[in-house]
Nanobody, 116 residues
Framework: QVQLVESGGGLVQAGGSLTLACAASGRTSIASAYAMRWFRQAPGKEREWVAQMLPSGSTYYPDSVKGRFTISRDNANNRLFLQMNSLQPEDTAVYYC????????WGQGTQVTVSS
């Protein structure tokens, strides 16, 4: 019932920035009822969590991206964002947004490539 559509991926040089967006539909104010997360997966590696926002607005990050990535939301327009700064080649991956509240809903993924 929840649909997520991602955009904003692309090619960026090391040290650069990108902002990813996730448009949510299926109900109003999805982020007020679901935990919202961003994940990434590089070839040959396990999927890893990189950001989380709870319905309260509280945010969480793993040490690998803390201080560089920022998750935010626009509840009025049902959009979720991931602002990524100081990107490095090891950040290269397909990035996915997800909404979870019992069930988990995934976006299609968007490729982020960081060149040396």
């Amino acid at each position: 019932q929840v649909q997520l559509v991602e955009s904003g991926g692309g090619l960026v040089q090391a040290g650069g920035s990108l902002t990813l967006a996730c448009a949510a539909s299926g109900r109003t104010s999805i982020a007020s009822a679901y935990a919202m997360r961003w994940f990434r997966q590089a070839p040959g590696k396990e999927r890893e969590w990189v950001a989380q926002m709870l319905p309260s607005g509280s945010t969480y990050y793993p040490d690998s991206v803390k201080g560089r990535f920022t998750i935010s939301r626009d509840n009025a327009n049902n959009r979720l964002f991931l602002q990524m700064n100081s990107l490095q080649p090891e950040d290269t991956a397909v990035y996915y947004c997800a909404a979870q509240n019992g069930d988990t809903y995934w976006g299609q993924g968007t490729q982020v490539t960081v060149s040396s």
